[in-house]
């Protein structure tokens, strides 16, 4: 009676399959072995289709290059707060995935542990523009993300910024709304609109 109740395991090539319906695509010269390389068929069985996302989200690093396997999603600690230019990097990342469309150049910041505050700039249509960021001593200020978030939405583009929370990571879309209801058809959590 207990196996009746079961989930029914989805082979990896079928939550692939499934991923790309939804739009999801791997950036040139990435291939899907080196996306699931490390972990195990059953890691991506255990939860179907969320951590194939969280691998796709995940740079691949070979050869002393990192990479990311596709520009729509990624998977970020938000603990990991030991470089001093993290908000450069966070920012960087998140221009990225809007395919470079959000207007933010010369992106500078650092993170002083010892004065305990944080330093943020960037040029957005050719005007300075810098921004209060709260210093926490172990975790990102999420008030960043909503910040960057609504630069983005004044944009007026089809495509925004999702996530799913899963403790301390955050596993970021940006995608469309055709995308983003069918992936939530498909993962647990679901994902959810940025909403600051």
């Keep these: 009676m207990i196996s009746f109740f079961r989930n ?39 939860r179907p289709y969320t951590n194939l996302l969280i691998s796709l989200g995940e740079q691949i690093c070979t050869d002393g290059e990192c990479i990311y396997p596709s520009d729509q999603l990624w998977y970020v600690d938000l603990q990991a707060i030991e470089n001093t230019d993290l908000y450069t990097q966070l920012a960087e990342r998140m221009v990225a995935m809007t395919g470079d469309q959000l207007d933010m150049r010369f992106i500078r910041s650092c993170l002083d542990h010892e004065k305990e505050q944080v330093v943020f700039s960037f040029l957005h249509h050719g005007e300075k523009v810098e921004w209060d960021i709260r210093y926490y001593p172990e975790w990102a200020d999420k008030t960043f993300f909503d910040r960057l978030i609504q630069l983005d939405m004044r944009r ?5 910024f999702v996530y799913m929370a899963l403790g301390q990571h955050l596993l970021i879309g940006y995608m469309d709304q055709k995308q983003y209801k069918m992936l939530n058809k498909l993962v647990e959590p679901r994902f959810e609109l940025w909403k600051s």
């Design 8 to 46: 029914k395991t989805i082979p990896l090539a079928d939550q692939w399959s499934k991923l790309q319906e939804a739009g999801i695509v791997l950036n040139a010269d990435v291939d899907m072995k080196q996306v699931i390389a490390g972990n195990s068929l059953s890691w991506y069985e255990e």
């Design 156 to 160: 007026g583009g089809e495509r925004q």
